[in-house]
C-alpha cells in the first residue's frame, strides 16, 4: 500500500515538474489545476481497481485452480488413459505465481 501512495506521490510531482510549479512559477492556472485534478482523480481511481482486482486474483482465484490442477493430477488421471502432455501442461499452469 504505500509503494502505490509512494508511486501516486512521485506521479503527481513530476507533472507539477513538468508544468512548472515551482521551478519558474509559483501557481498552475485554473484550467490546468482542473485538468491535473481529473487526471489524477481517474488515476488513483483506476490504480486503486486494478489494485484490488490483483488481490482478488491472487487470492480468489490462483488457488482454486492449483486446487483443481492437484486433484486432476491425483484423482482423475489412471494408468490406462495416462496422457504424457496433459498432466505436464498442468504443471506448467500450476506453477510459481508473483
Known amino acids: ?3 502505490a501512495t509512494s508511486e501516486l506521490v512521485f506521479l ?3 507533472i507539477l515538474m ?3 510549479f ?3 512559477r ?3 492556472s485554473a484550467s490546468g489545476s482542473i485538468k491535473l485534478a481529473v487526471f489524477m482523480t481517474v488515476y488513483v ?3 486503486a481497481a486494478l489494485f484490488i482486482y490483483q488481490a482478488y ?3 480468489v482465484l490462483l488457488p482454486a485452480g492449483c486446487a483443481h490442477c492437484i486433484y486432476t ?3 482423475k488421471l489412471t494408468r490406462d488413459d495416462f496422457d504424457f502432455f496433459r498432466p505436464i501442461g498442468e504443471w506448467v499452469g500450476c506453477g510459481p505465481q508473483n
Do not use: D, H
Request: net charge positive; hydrophobic share 55%.
Open 1 to 3: 500500500m504505500f509503494e
Open 12 to 14: 503527481l510531482m513530476l
Open 18 to 20: 513538468a508544468k512548472g
Open 22 to 24: 515551482t521551478v519558474t
Open 26 to 28: 509559483g501557481r498552475i
Open 45 to 47: 481511481f483506476t490504480y
Open 57 to 59: 486474483v491472487s487470492l
Open 73 to 75: 493430477l491425483k484423482f
